[in-house]
């Protein structure tokens, strides 16, 4: 399995912007195909977003034209930029990396919108 490490989570306002990292350990980080998602108490984890290791994407409805993913292959990185963040965005955020049926997870970084 990976190790993963997710960084950039805070407290912003609404309307304002945070950009989550999740930097994963060892090699072979372009085989993954690698997703954010998120889980509110009492809720089930959600996918945000996703990126194959070619860069291929898809996004949740309730954050299309908001977030955005990326990968740096070379960095073992993956990104979630998030625009325009709603309270109801807050919650807190994990990294999976998944290799066919494989899961790795971070251990999540909160996010909190509110003004």
């Known amino acids: 399995q990976v190790q993963l490490v997710e960084s950039g989570g805070g407290l912003v306002q609404p309307g304002g912007s945070l950009r989550l990292s999740c930097a994963a350990s060892g090699t072979m980080f372009s085989i993954y195909t690698m997703g954010w998602y998120r889980q509110a108490p009492g809720k089930q984890r959600e996918l945000v977003a996703r990126i194959t290791g070619s860069g291929s994407t898809n996004y949740a409805d309730f954050v299309k034209g908001r977030f955005t993913i990326s990968r740096d292959n070379a960095k073992n990185t993956v990104y979630l930029q998030m625009n325009s963040l709603k309270p109801k965005d807050t919650t807190v955020y994990y990294c999976?990396?998944?290799?066919?049926?494989?899961?790795?997870w971070g251990q999540g970084t909160q996010v909190t919108v509110s003004s």
């Open positions: 999976n990396a998944r290799w066919v049926t494989t899961d790795s």
